[in-house]
């Protein structure tokens, strides 16, 4: 499953968080834990239900016999072998509630061609018993509507006395028989409720601790991302170890990925300005207009080389995993080495911090960043320095970020001064001194970190510093 994304102001996508794995499972489970215990509920109920159908029309089954029994009289004056059944009108009250009126039993005897009914029950009185066609079966049973309106189970059984065919029926009221198997199944209800809240919490209980080692390699790995640990915890269980082991092997990879982009620079540096400064040396003592053009553009050159090798060193730092810094005491210190170096000329610098924050990158780049914003604001200041920092959420990119503001009281700058003293080499004022490319860099470093750089009119009178740049979260 891959993670939904959208894309944000800059056209980049953005990951939005999704259901956690925790979550998912015990989601699942719990679906279908439950539709489980739904379907035993139901098919547990059905078999109670039959059985007490089973044992209801047992009870009736008991009376039609007692009154079968009844109703044949043996004639005891006969010989046995010429004893003959007899049909004796029944009075049969072998249930109190026979005798009740409308009490909800009844008992009919009828003949099997016809719907006449001989001989009922006294709990009839005189009402009729519509039972159904009994057909050419000895018994059946059913549910049919009682004289009162009432639900009944009948059973029926067809007898043959001297030739001739009768039908017993015998009827009870089932709302007790309902009321039984409501309560039956209000039982299996909370049984299995109770139960499936059993099944919910153990599963959680199990997924809690069946997950526990992937919350330690997260744990791990956000102590390798906040620089806190060189490399994730490799004790644990057989079917994630793996994935630690190839993400220490990544981090390797990559720390010597940078150690040898950071040699090879230095290599370069030091292979070009040993010529340029042979050739500038040669210009300078040679003299004349060649020489002079030869001077300016090995300066020209100089400074392109010096910009590129810190954009590719600036480039491979970027690119370290698990660097991270906290920001105050790095601008502590820039602070607090301006204030000696610009002690002559009065300047103060204040510095404020809102909160706790942690620069998702290293201390170098945020100590070169931040230093050039404030030796350039100290060097315009005309007595007042201010910096502050801040934590700041972006909803473009929904990521974590804070600013750093860097203001002064100096005569600023215009807004298109401004645009051109973020370009790289350009100076404003050639009286101070400098090479014209502390902005840029400051300007291409927080690109390579996702950030931004700007210039605005400051509350102090001077130029106001703007420097975006993520931080890292405390998740």
């Not at 009490?103 to 016809?114: I, K, L, Q």
């Not at 404020?352 to 960043?369: H, K, N, P, T």
């Amino acid at each position: 499953m891959t993670p939904e994304t959208s894309a944000n102001g800059d056209g980049r996508p953005v990951n939005r968080p999704q259901r956690s794995l925790a979550a998912r499972l015990v989601f699942v489970a719990a679906v279908w834990s439950t539709i489980a215990l739904a379907i035993a509920g139901v098919f547990l109920v059905s078999l109670y239900e039959r059985a007490s159908e089973r044992a209801f029309d047992a009870q009736l089954e008991v009376h039609i016999k007692a009154l079968i029994a009844e109703m044949l009289a043996t004639n005891a004056d006969a010989s046995a072998d010429q004893a003959t059944a007899t049909l004796t009108a029944p009075t049969y009250r072998g249930d109190p509630r026979f005798s009740l009126p409308l009490s909800g039993w009844y008992w009919t005897v009828r003949r099997a061609d016809s719907p006449s009914i001989l001989y009922a029950s006294e709990s009839l009185v005189g009402d009729p018993l519509n039972t159904p066609p009994i057909g050419q079966d000895d018994a059946n049973a059913g549910f049919i509507v009682g004289p009162t309106g009432d639900e009944i189970r009948v059973l029926q059984q067809r007898i043959t006395v001297e030739d001739a065919a009768y039908v017993i029926a015998v009827g009870a009221a089932t709302a007790g028989f309902w009321a039984d198997i409501f309560e039956f199944a209000r039982l299996v209800a909370i049984t299995l409720c109770i139960v499936g809240l059993g099944l919910i919490l153990a599963i959680f209980l199990q997924v809690k601790f069946g997950l526990r080692p992937l919350a330690r390699l997260r744990a791990s790995l956000s102590a390798v991302r906040q620089g806190e640990a060189e490399r994730i915890d490799e004790a644990l269980p057989r079917e994630i170890a793996p994935l630690a082991v190839e993400l220490n092997a990544l981090i390797v990879s990559n720390k010597e990925i940078v150690e040898r982009a950071r040699t090879h620079v230095g290599n370069l540096a030091h292979g070009l300005k040993t010529p340029l400064s042979v050739i500038s040396n040669e210009a300078r003592a040679s003299g004349g207009p060649l020489a002079d053009k030869v001077s300016e553009q090995a300066s020209i050159m100089s400074t392109q080389i010096q910009h590129h090798l810190e954009r590719a060193r600036m480039a491979a730092q970027r690119r370290v995993i698990g660097v991270s810094c906290e920001t105050e005491p790095v601008l502590a210190r820039l602070i607090r080495a301006m204030g000696k170096i610009y002690q002559d000329k009065g300047v103060d610098v204040g510095f404020a911090q809102s909160g706790q924050v942690r620069f998702r990158g290293e201390s170098q780049d945020l100590e070169e960043m931040s230093g050039n914003l404030i030796d350039n604001a100290c060097k315009w200041a005309g007595s007042k320095v201010r910096v502050q920092v801040a934590p700041l959420n972006d909803p473009a990119t929904n990521r974590d970020m804070f600013t750093i503001t860097v203001e002064d009281d100096g005569p600023g700058l215009t807004p298109e001064q401004r645009a051109e003293a973020i370009k790289r080499g350009r100076r404003l004022d050639e009286t101070v001194p400098g090479t014209g490319l502390g902005l840029s860099i400051v300007a291409d470093l927080a690109a390579l970190y996702g950030g931004t750089f700007d210039l605005e009119s400051s509350s102090l009178g001077g130029l106001k510093a703007r420097l975006v740049l993520p931080a890292l979260s405390k998740e």
